[in-house]
Nanobody, 123 residues
Framework: VQLQASGGGLVQTGGSLRLSCAAS????????MGWFRQAPGKEREIVAA????????YYAESVKGRFTLSRDNAKNTVYLQMNSLKPEDTAVYYC?????????????????WGQGTQVTVSS
């Protein structure tokens, strides 16, 4: 599986962005997907994850109520809608694929990674 993340950019506090992660390969619908982020000087952390059929999701506490993760298996794409953005959301965002049945929050379980897209929220 090859992953291509897009949609990052510069936005003001309170603004919105939608990240997309397009996957190649016919087995996309069998993978759980996750979005992670890494700010300068910090470890990579999970933001949100979704299972293979989209019926189960996980959100980090810091983004609950503001971010929404969804997937369209017909288009081999997952989307991360980010609303009410804050300066602390500034980071490089990575999408990743996990060949597992349940939603995974463990970074080590993700097998494939996209290249990352920069999100910058100005105050």
């Amino acid at each position: 599986v090859q992953l291509q993340a897009s949609g990052g950019g510069l936005v003001q506090t309170g603004g919105s962005l939608r990240l997309s992660c397009a996957a190649s390969g016919r087995t996309f619908s069998t993978y759980g997907m996750g979005w992670f982020r890494q700010a300068p000087g910090k470890e990579r952390e999970i933001v949100a994850a979704i299972n293979w059929n989209g019926r189960s999701t996980y959100y980090a506490e810091s983004v609950k109520g503001r971010f929404t993760l969804s997937r369209d298996n017909a288009k081999n794409t997952v989307y991360l809608q980010m609303n009410s953005l804050k300066p602390e959301d500034t980071a490089v965002y990575y999408c990743a694929a996990d060949y597992g049945v349940v939603v995974s929050t463990n970074i080590r379980s993700y097998d494939y990674w996209g290249q990352g897209t920069q999100v910058t929220v100005s105050s």
